[in-house]
Structure formats: structure tokens, C-alpha cells
């Protein structure tokens, strides 16, 4: 997902501060981590988190500057995302995230681990020391969902009976809970009224449903350039997708080539095919557009400005990565 | 290290309790992970960190029953304890801990990142639940100092030149700070004036250190089947412990062993060999006793119970364990 940076461009600087603070952070302090840290705080990170918690600490901070304890929580959020995609990748095996080698492929699994570990204590270090209990709360909460979602993706795998609620409430902690929580950390760090915080835990949900929605469908749709790893990929490794199970209500067949987990010649390409036949791709998009739209309604309770533009255009942007 | 069930007779009960809820919390949840849970908190932990915590809590609450937070607390303690072990034999690879095979050796990474982390999601939620702010900062403090120690110790493998107060250090992120820090947050939670809470905390780092050392002198001095795990294994991956530190100032030849990663036949035998010759056990026991004898001095702050005479015997028997 690369974002026009337009999109970004109220918290452009705000967004180098932090590239440069994450970078340091790590770097500094253990050389052992230093090549990781510029592998993953590098140029090729996208910083979308960060991004929507600096636009909801400008939009609700309309008077007055922000405040270091946003720029702080923003660094959380990126942080804490990136330790559960190290992670997740030490257990998913992945070689590759994001058209780069993954941590573990290149530096091995020792180095990920400690990575990984590091960024979630130093969060928790940092998180503490916002000094807002109900902002630990709701963090800390995002860190178990990612560790629940990870664990239900696993036990779910292969599984052509699963049903879409399910593949939404994992999405949910996989994806939305970091956006949304932090979201609504954001507008508690400005002190919003418990409404404003709310609909801003709502924007952050639907906006992280559709994101997933829509990077699951270009798992199907985009080539293996385009993704930075292999196409396909989710359907192969048995994690069943909104198109998928879409498709499945149209073609029963389907459910014989999952359940025998791909084991002849030809099964996945005979699955992707019946999957590309299907209303699944289509139903997908609507699902994704569905959300998208209702994350647009949830930010207008916020008065008008330049940053909450930007969160109304994010969610128009996520959709547009499908045409 | 199994210590005479009698230190622990004040809160036997509780240590029931605390088992039983630890084993439901893990296996209950995630069925994937109820083999790891039963591995993890099943008959083998011995429950030092808990069983700390809990002494502290009944010997500053003589007054009243202990509260669901503190009980809570000593929860907590053991999970990132836990936590961290899964995570760190991963890291060093290592098949055996407490005679049975580790949690990545007996399922894979996979399952011992997703359990380690699980387990440290599920403590910083609980410990946020605990309400108590101050509480939250020493405790991510803790992990912060695992993290960092597991580092420190990968940078410093076979480093002759390594200084004894580095090695407290270390040993004071990876082993004294969880103790010091639990100990200290028991205090707060029953509301103990703050000279109290420093000692408390003193008690846990001069005790957690003494622990460490005794550790890596038993490295030395016990047998395999005693230690459950193969003897003189820390000098073998390079960790240099209290009795090589001091070893290696009336032993010369021992650096020379060391620098080379004991590549030649003999080399690890040689070390050992010249290790027993020295004063280096001798005087790393004497340093732990050191530590020992502040940790008890730091307990006599509090008032005379049966909580407090076990947190006493704790001191002396960390020692005995040498003899």
C-alpha cells in the first residue's frame, strides 16, 4: 500500500520527526539491531498508523500545536505494528514483506525475536509513560488482540466451513484494533468529549476492516511485483480470505480442493480459477466499500480542517488500490 | 532450583490458586496452545517469582486477606517470567530447561513466539486492568530490562574483557530487575510508605542477583541430571559468568581459550579445568553471599510475621543450594 503522499501532507513533517526518532530509537541503543532497525524503519515503510494518529491529533488539536505525548503514541503505534509483523513472520515463515526479504529471512530467527521483543517492551516502556491509564488500556488491549488474532489465524487455517464473521473479527484484531484503539488514544490525548472518542474508535475499526478487506483481495488480483511477495500467497498457506469465502457459497468444488489442502497437482490454480469465476472478488469489493464508507461517516463528527480531509480521503484512497 | 516446600508454607494456598488460574488462562483460550500451557505452568515451575510476591503482599497486609490484585500481581510476575524463558530459548536455541525439553524444541518457534507472546499481551492487559499507574511503569520497566538483557548477553558472548559490574548488570535485566520490581509494586499495592517500597525493591534486586549467581556458579559445580540442562553450558555459548570473570584475572591462558571459541579439541575440558583450579568459584560464592546477607538486611524493615521469616529463609536458602 503506498500512499499518494499528498494524502499525508498535513503531518508530512510531523511523519520524518518520527521516521527519524524510530530509527534512532533502536539503532542507538543496541548495535545488534542497527542493520534491523534501518530494514525496518527505512525508506520502505509506509507509516500509514502513524499517519491517521498525527491527522486525528491535528484535527482534534485545531487551536493549538500538538503535543509530544501525540508524537509519542503515534511512534507507539508504529512501533508496536512493527513488532507483530516481525513476529508474524518468524511464525508464518514469510520470506518476503513488502518487496523486501523479511528480518528473519536475513538476519535470522534469533535476531527477530529479539526485534520483535524489544519494540513491544520498549512500547510498554513508553506507553506507561504517557501517564493516561485508560491510553495503557487501550494499547495494551490492541497488543493482546494482535497476539488473539495471530493465534485464531493459525487455528483457522484450511478451514472451508469458516464463516465471514469470523474472517472479520480476525481482521479486527489483526488490523483494525491498532488502527481503531489508537485512533480513539489519539482524541483522548485531546482531551475529546467520550462521543467524539467513540466515533473515532469507529472510524479507526471500519477504516481497518477495509484495508484488510482490500489487501486480501489483491492477494488475488495483483501481480507478484505489485504485492512484494507472491501472489496468491494467503490462499496457498490455507488463510481463507473474504473472496474465498464468498466464492465458496457459488462453487462447492472449491471446498474439496481446500480441505485436501491443495495436495494435487493443479488444485491451487483449479481454485484460483473458480475463485476469478465467481461473485467472490466482487462481493469482497462491496464488503470493503461498505466499511469504507461508514469509517467517512464516523470522522465527520470532527469540525473541518486539512487533517480531517486527509482522514476522509484515506478512506477513498484504500479503495482506489483496486482499479 | 526446588526449594524445600516449607519456605513457601504462608502461601501454599495461594500458590494453588495462582497454578490453577495460570493453567486455565493459557489452555482455555486457545486450545493450540494448552499442550504449551500444561508444559509451562504444569508440575515443573516452581513458582520462586509468585511465591516473592505474594510472601510480600501477606507480610505487608498483616492486618487484612490479601487482595485480588495482588493476587493478580503475582500473576503477572510469572507470566513475563515465562514469557521471556519461551522467548529466550528460541533465541539461544536452547533443547532442555528444568529437565524437560524447551517449548520450541518439543513444537517449534512457531508455537514458542506465539506462546511468549501471548503471554506478555496477556500480562500487559492484565497489569493496565491493575488501575494502579505506578504499578504499570515498573512492570514495563521489567520487560524493557529483559529485552535489553537478552541483547546485552548476545553482544557480549565470548568477550573476555567483560567487567564484573557488567555482568551484575546483565544479570540484574534478566533475572533482578523482574524480582526488585515486584517486590517493590506488592509494597504499593498495599500502600506501604515509599522507604518501604525502596527496600522492598532492594530485597528483590539484591536477592534476584544472588540468584544469578548461585545459577551460574551451579553451572560449574553440578552434574547434568541436576541441573536438567547440560552442564557448563554458559561457557560453552560463550556466556561468561561470576566464576570465569574472576578466573580469568589469575589465569591468563583462560583469555586465550575464550577468544578462540574453544575451536581446538580440549579447549572447553583446558577451561574448565583451569576454572576449578582458581578462586573463581570461591569468590563468585562469596560474592552471592554478599548479596544474600543485603537482601535479608533490606526485609528487616518489615514488621515481624511468618511472611517475613520465609522471605528471610529465602535468603539462606539460595545459598544452601551451593552445598
Do not use: C
Amino acid at each position: 500500500m503506498t500512499p499518494a503522499t499528498s494524502l499525508f501532507t498535513p503531518v508530512e513533517a510531523d511523519l520524518q520527526i518520527l521516521a527519524d526518532n524510530l530509527k534512532q530509537l533502536v539503532g542507538n541503543r543496541h548495535p545488534i539491531l542497527f542493520a534491523a532497525a534501518e530494514h525496518l524503519f527505512g525508506a520502505g515503510g509506509k507509516r500509514i498508523r502513524p499517519a491517521i494518529v498525527l491527522l486525528i491529533s491535528r484535527a482534534t488539536m485545531l487551536e493549538e500545536d500538538i503535543t509530544q505525548r501525540h508524537r509519542r503514541l503515534a511512534e507507539i503505534t508504529e512501533m508496536i505494528h512493527t513488532a507483530s509483523l516481525v513476529h508474524d513472520d518468524v511464525v508464518d515463515e514469510s520470506q518476503m514483506r513488502r518487496g523486501v526479504p523479511t528480518v528473519h529471512s536475513l538476519f535470522g530467527n534469533r535476531i527477530a525475536v529479539l526485534a520483535g521483543d524489544f519494540l513491544f517492551a520498549q512500547s510498554s516502556w513508553y506507553l506507561a509513560n504517557l501517564d493516561n491509564l485508560e491510553v495503557v488500556k487501550l494499547l495494551s488491549e490492541v497488543i493482546m488482540d494482535l497476539a488473539t488474532g495471530e493465534i485464531q489465524q493459525g487455528m483457522n487455517r484450511f478451514d472451508s466451513s469458516l464463516a465471514i464473521e469470523t474472517y472479520l473479527q480476525k481482521s479486527y484484531y489483526k488490523t483494525a484494533s491498532l488502527i481503531a484503539n489508537s485512533a480513539k488514544a489519539a482524541g483522548l490525548l485531546s482531551e475529546v468529549p467520550s462521543e467524539t472518542a467513540q466515533h473515532l474508535y469507529n472510524y479507526g475499526r471500519n477504516l481497518g476492516l477495509a484495508f484488510q478487506i482490500v489487501d486480501d483481495i489483491l492477494d488475488f488480483t495483483s501481480t507478484t511485483d505489485t504485492l512484494g511477495k507472491p501472489a496468491g500467497s494467503d490462499l496457498r498457506s490455507g488463510n481463507l480470505t473474504a473472496p474465498v469465502l464468498f466464492a465458496l457459497e457459488e462453487k462447492p468444488y472449491l471446498e474439496v480442493l481446500i480441505e485436501r489442502q491443495f495436495a494435487q497437482a493443479e488444485d491451487l490454480e483449479q481454485a484460483l480459477a473458480l475463485i476469478q469465476d465467481s461473485r467472490g472478488i466482487q462481493q469482497a469489493r462491496e464488503l470493503a466499500a461498505h466499511h469504507a464508507k461508514l469509517a467517512a461517516e464516523d470522522i465527520e463528527i470532527l469540525p473541518p480542517s486539512e487533517s480531517r480531509q486527509a482522514l476522509i480521503d484515506i478512506t477513498e484512497y484504500v479503495l482506489s488500490r483496486l482499479y
